[in-house]
């Protein structure tokens, strides 16, 4: 409260340019306040360099231990050595380029003036620091008005410019508020070795400053680079949530087409099967009631060879039909339709295939049937196209929820290259095994090595088709 009537500002004088260069009239001139001759007038004292040494020391300990608060210890100083009723030290603001002096240290009766100040051009440290040295000054409140309520008054009044590099920061100062204290030369030459060292405790104060700002910035960075880390972060996670939500689409999508394909190959097998199936059946009925008359060996040869072509016909549909779609898968169930299977592939392929299945076998759902069967057939079939091998053998069994099938082989076993592309993305068979199981949670493994191959598949169960069975099973 008592600095704010002080420090005269352009904001709160309401003039754009301060006090900068004005100068109210009737106030008295500088010189008649001035007094600094008087100091060499007054009886002359020997150094005393004991009295400078001790504060010296004193102030080197105080910026040691506590550097933040030195320029009060100064100021403490100051007024212990001088014997001073108030004793202060004056800053250079920085902010606004040096218009004004502020006071961030006293002591003595103005103590309370903490923090008020002087405008720079007009006031005891401006002239301090216009004239480059030391001033001795009386009733300073005579020249400069904002003085006047100031308490106690300035007697006389001893200043000390400071530097840094040549250019002036500040003032010390000890005030005497009466008569009894007279500053003399000897104060003088004190008064400049606390300058001296005013200057050293203001540098250090200033990298000290710097360096908390420095502290500031990097603790700002650090906060804004956490700040940044934590939005990656977040933006990440949405990314993964997008990408699962994604790949989750394009599973049901697979789904979707695989359980279109196998409608249409049900479809094309049943179709194939009624109708070309059925007009073979009629062409061979007709033929055979052709055949029941007496006909010459002329006609009844090719008659006969076209029965047979129908015969062998009929057999591929057949095939063809069944392969499309098992007729059994949906009647009979897995285990007949892998046995009847079996034993066409057998057959035909002429390799000797070892079947361990449970001759009870409970019922699954259509999708985890259908995707044993189609396993089976593609691994016989790579039996039969790939392996070299004259045997093979399938066993299933169900283990504790999970429907486990394996299809070995003794043959050559898969071509170490591909056995790689395998584990990545497999051949278009292994591919579409591995994309069938795993719609059903399951899972595709695959040993092969110089003695042949393994393919195991395992299918948990759904615990509603296990239940579903047992009811069925029951009744
Ligand atoms: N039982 C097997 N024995 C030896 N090699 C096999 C066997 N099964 C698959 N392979 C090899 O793995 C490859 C990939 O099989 P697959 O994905 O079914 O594709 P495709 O049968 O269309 O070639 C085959 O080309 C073959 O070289
Ligand atoms: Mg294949």
Redesign the pocket.
């Known amino acids: 409260m008592f600095g704010g009537a002080l420090v005269t500002n352009s904001a709160a004088s309401g003039r754009g340019d301060g006090l900068d260069g004005f100068i109210p009239e009737g106030v008295a001139s500088l010189e008649s306040i001035l007094c600094t001759e008087e100091l060499y007038r007054r009886p002359p004292r020997p150094p005393d360099y004991e009295t400078e040494n001790r504060a010296l020391v004193a102030l080197a300990q105080a910026l040691a231990d506590s550097p933040r608060t030195i320029l009060q210890s100064l100021a403490d100083t100051i007024l212990d050595v001088f014997r001073a009723d108030s004793a202060g030290v004056s800053l250079l603001t920085k902010e606004d380029g040096g218009r004004r002096f502020f006071w961030p240290a006293i002591a003595g009766k103005w103590k309370p003036y903490i923090g008020g100040g002087t405008p720079r051009n007009f006031g005891p440290c401006g002239d301090v620091l216009d004239r480059n040295c030391p001033l001795l000054m009386r009733h300073v409140e005579r020249r400069y008005p904002y003085f006047q309520p100031v308490a106690p008054p300035v007697e006389e009044c001893l200043l000390v410019p400071f530097y840094v590099q040549g250019k002036a920061v500040g003032t010390i100062w000890a005030v005497a508020h009466d008569q009894r204290r007279k500053f003399d030369a000897e104060d003088q030459r004190l008064m400049s070795s606390l300058g001296t060292f005013a200057s050293s405790a203001y540098q250090i104060l200033a990298s000290l400053e710097s360096l908390s700002d420095e502290i500031v910035e990097r603790k700002r960075a650090q906060d804004d680079l956490g700040r940044n880390h934590d939005l990656l972060e977040t933006r990440v996670t949405e990314r993964t949530a997008e990408l699962k939500e994604a790949n989750e689409d394009l599973r049901a999508l697979s789904a979707q087409i695989q359980q279109a394909q196998d409608e249409e190959r049900r479809r094309l097998g049943r179709e194939l099967h009624d109708s070309a199936g059925q007009l073979l059946a009629a062409i061979k009925m007709n033929l055979a009631e052709v055949l029941a008359k007496p006909l010459s060996t002329e006609v009844s040869r090719p008659i006969s060879d076209i029965s047979n072509l129908v015969d062998q016909a009929t057999r591929e549909i057949r095939t063809v039909s069944y392969l499309l779609h098992p007729p059994l898968l949906e009647m009979a169930g897995l285990a007949s339709a892998l046995r009847f299977y079996i034993d066409g592939f057998a057959e035909r392929s002429k390799i000797a295939v070892e079947v361990d299945i449970p001759q009870r076998f409970d019922r699954l759902n259509d999708a985890i049937e259908i995707a044993l069967f189609r396993v089976a057939q ?1 691994c016989l079939t ?2 039969h ?3 070299g091998s004259g045997t093979a053998s399938i066993r299933i069994a169900q283990v504790d929820g999970v429907m486990e099938m394996q299809v070995r ?1 003794a ?5 170490a290259e ?1 056995q790689v592309a ?1 584990n990545a993305s ?6 579409g095994m591995r994309e069938r199981i795993s719609q059903l949670g399951g899972s595709l493994d695959i040993q ?1 090595g110089p003695n042949g ?1 393994v393919v195991t598949t395992r299918i948990p169960v759904p615990k509603a088709t296990i239940a579903a069975n047992e009811d069925t099973a029951v009744a």
Do not use: A, Y
């Open positions: 593609e790579n039996i196209r790939h392996s082989d043959g050559k076993g898969i071509p591909k395998q497999g051949g278009v068979g292994f591919r092969s191959t």
